[in-house]
């Protein structure tokens, strides 16, 4: 069984940066599909980007198109999360999670991580 475990969070100004990551333990990441999902106050948890084990194929929501950009470490065990021009609408959550055949649907992930609080304010 894979343990997930997020950092990288916390306070920045729009228009800021930040990196989250996303170290396992347990088991090898590389043979997982890995996705970060987000949750606001209120609001559904969404997959906002994904990493295919298979091919290292990315796909990102459009929100985040261009701004963000995932990746993975595999001699570190870690994917990453490179966030560039933070919004404050991108203030949330963010977990990252197995997420087979990166179905983006949170109901069917099979591990998740505690989450990294990330907040874009000025």
């Known amino acids: 069984q894979v343990q997930l475990v997020e950092s990288g969070g916390g306070l920045v100004q729009p228009g800021g940066s930040l990196r989250l990551s996303c170290e396992a333990s347990g088991d090898n990441l590389a043979d997982y599909d890995i996705s970060w999902f987000r949750q606001a106050p209120g609001k559904e948890r969404e997959a906002i980007s994904c990493?295919?084990?298979?091919?290292?194929?990315?796909n990102y929501i459009d929100s985040v198109q261009g701004r963000f950009t995932i990746s993975r470490d595999s001699a570190k065990n870690t994917v990453y999360l490179q966030m560039d021009s933070l919004k404050p609408e991108d203030t949330a959550v963010y977990l990252c999670?197995?997420?087979?055949?990166?179905?983006?649907?949170?109901?069917?992930?099979?591990?998740w991580g505690q989450g990294t609080q990330v907040t874009v304010s000025s």
């Open positions: 999670a197995v997420d087979d055949y990166c179905a983006g649907y949170a109901p069917r992930v099979r591990f």
């Open positions: 990493i295919s084990s298979r091919d290292g194929t990315r």
